[in-house]
Nanobody
Framework: QVQLVESGGGLVQPGGSLRLSCAAS????????MAWYRQAPGKQRELVAL???????QFGDSAKGRFTISRDNAKNTMYLQMNNLKPEDTAVYYC???????????WGQGTQVTVSS
């Protein structure tokens, strides 16, 4: 019942910044958290950051100190502010909603982030 649409990806030079958005349609149930994952070509999908309804956050090691995750519950939108981007950040970034009680997960189609000179 939840549809997720990512936006904000693009081409950026090393050291630059991007802000990704994830807009959710439909109701996001309570006891859910939202997260950003990414997947580079030939690599497994990895967690970038997640945020709970309380506002508590967790970050993957590569994102710590550089990325910020936030959400606007009224707008059903999640954001990922990415600063000091590096070439190794190049990947498709996916939005995810995880409903904990049922273990249901919803995924967006992804948005491409390319960090290159």
């Amino acid at each position: 019942q939840v549809q997720l649409v990512e936006s904000g990806g693009g081409l950026v030079q090393p050291g630059g910044s991007l802000r990704l958005s994830c807009a959710a349609s439909g109701s996001i149930r309570s006891m859910s958290y939202m997260a950003w994952y990414r997947q580079a070509p030939g690599k497994q999908r990895e967690l970038v950051a997640l945020i709970f309804n309380s506002g508590s956050t967790q970050f993957g090691d590569s994102a710590k100190g550089r990325f910020t995750i936030s959400r606007d519950n009224a707008k059903n939108t999640m954001y990922l502010q990415m600063n000091n981007l590096k070439p190794e950040d190049t990947a498709v970034y996916y939005c995810n909603v995880h409903h904990i009680p049922s273990s249901l997960r919803y995924w967006g189609q992804g948005t491409q982030v390319t960090v290159s000179s």
